[in-house]
């Protein structure tokens, strides 16, 4: 590319390439309206994908930007504005200076156990408020952690950031081999416990300077992220190193909550100080020095045994249920209005569809899963928190962008212990009068959690959202739980 000649948008002249990793190429650029340099990621688009599929990949690229740069805290890269040309999505940054982390462990090599524990402070600071807004990183890693002249770490890269609960990344775009939770790996959803896991493992890496799933190949990486534990990390010292193993659990439910990760860094800082206890959890963190010890000798097991003594109530579902029997046949019939069978197309979830030729016209999908107790609140508790931020974060969706229009939520009473419906429309990129329509209910009862989708194509631009038909397969699924 002709850098010297390149004018971005009218607006953004690119200078030089910083860097290029998996997810796309970064860019010093000056902003010619405000005369000011930026950085502009190029957004790396996946080969091979059809045009419709490539329009969607973009849009869905641009609305996940917008969505992060409202993100504000000292410790987070801010995005100012996102482009699309050509197809081709454009991410206007913050232009930060001083190096990556991964740079700084290369030039230096481990870094003191303090200094890593300051970092992790910042990056969990950044991750908190992402997470508060519903949003996932997924993509934590050393490379995207910059530290300043003064030691101050900073968390790039929000640009792929997306909504709790994503099944993973569509295209494959997002995330690093050996910086990837075990449930990404294995395309369960995304929460605050995968980012969680990238932290330990960026800080384990900072503080060893070597990664603690380091493999000749990225395919090696992942089956070791799966299959193995990494060994202690011995620079750590006993308490960050318990931290980080505990971190690293292999189930997103034993691994230390964010809180609890704040408290053992603030203690890692400032070894001669005990943590000071949270208000509504002096009971536990009396106990954390002792905790930690023990989780230097026992690795995780150590503290996920913690974490169960302490794990307050457990919820009616000990196991969620198998969603391909939450409709019945003729429940089924009558939703997608047609003969249709069950199809579970991945664990915790099942599809009925009604369809025209090899042309899928309706479809419904049931979703089920469940939270457990995170050694500080009971799994009712999780899955209220997890449910009230998923509801804050479809709803700062709302509005249209480019060829989708996302409607209001909207509360359904009477249905598990809370509900609210939204809809979605997305014009087809080839037709200016109809696309594709999906109205989801999402429902909490107890620690589960249950989402219904219904899915409509050939659907006319003007056409109301089909809600009822959505809202009355959720109560069947509801009455289903309840029976």
């Not at 807004?133 to 770490?153: E, R, T």
């Not at 609960?165 to 990404?184: F, Q, V």
């Not at 469940?370 to 449910?387: H, K, L, Q």
Request: hydrophobic content about 40%.
């Amino acid at each position: 590319m002709p850098v010297d000649a390149y004018l971005l948008a009218g607006r953004y002249r690119l200078v030089e390439r910083l860097g290029e990793g998996g997810a796309g190429t970064v860019w010093r650029a000056r902003d010619e309206t405000l005369n000011r340099e930026v950085a502009v990621k190029q957004v790396r688009i996946p080969p091979r994908l059809t045009p419709a599929q490539r329009a969607e990949f973009a849009d869905r690229a641009i609305y996940e930007a917008r969505a992060a740069g409202r993100l504000r805290d000292p410790a987070i890269v801010v995005i100012h504005d996102v482009v699309l040309e050509a197809d081709q999505p454009w991410i206007i940054m913050d232009l930060v200076t001083g190096r990556s982390l991964d740079q700084a462990i290369k030039d230096f090599g481990p870094l003191p156990p303090p200094s890593v524990a300051r970092i992790g402070l910042s990056v969990l600071s950044a991750l908190q408020v992402a997470h508060s807004y519903g949003m996932v990183h997924q993509d934590v890693k050393p490379a995207n952690i910059l530290l300043d002249a003064d030691g101050s770490a900073m968390l790039t890269d929000f640009g792929i950031a997306v909504t709790m609960g994503a099944k993973g990344d569509r295209y494959g775009s997002a995330g690093s081999p050996g910086y990837m939770a075990p449930e990404r790996l294995n395309e369960q959803p995304s929460g605050p416990a995968s980012d969680l896991w990238s932290l330990g493992a960026s800080l384990y890496t900072a503080v060893e300077g070597r990664p603690p799933f380091a493999r000749p190949n990225p395919a090696a990486m992942a089956a070791a992220v799966l299959l193995h534990d990494p060994p202690f990390p011995a620079r750590a010292g006993r308490e960050l190193g318990g931290l980080l193993m505990a971190m690293l659990a292999k189930d997103p439910a034993a691994r230390p909550t964010a809180g609890q990760v704040r408290q053992a860094l603030e203690h890692a800082v400032s070894p001669g100080r005990a943590p000071a206890p949270s208000a509504g959890r002096r009971r536990a963190w009396w106990l954390v020095p002792v905790l930690l010890a023990a989780v230097a000798l026992l690795g995780t097991a150590g503290w996920y045994g913690w974490t169960v003594l302490n794990r307050g109530e457990p919820g009616r579902y000990a196991a969620a249920p198998d969603p391909c029997r939450l409709l019945t046949a003729a429940q089924a019939e009558q939703v997608v209005g047609g003969a249709t069978g069950a199809e579970k197309t991945r664990e915790g979830e099942c599809q009925w569809r009604l369809q025209q030729g090899s042309l899928v016209t309706r479809r419904v999908t049931v979703r089920v899963w469940i939270e457990r107790p995170d050694g500080s609140r009971g799994a009712p508790e999780v899955a209220a928190r997890r449910f009230d931020m998923e509801r804050a974060s479809r709803r700062a969706a709302e509005g249209s962008v480019f060829r989708e229009r996302v409607g209001e939520v909207r509360d359904v009473p009477g249905t598990g212990e809370a509900a609210f419906v939204q809809s979605r429309f997305e014009r087809y990129i080839n037709s200016p009068g109809s696309g594709r329509a999906d109205t989801a209910v999402l429902l909490r009862d107890s620690n589960l959690i249950a989402e219904v989708v219904w899915h409509r194509t050939d659907v006319g631009i003007d056409d109301p959202a089909d809600e009822k038909t959505a809202v009355d397969a959720a109560g069947m699924v509801s009455g289903a739980l309840r029976g």
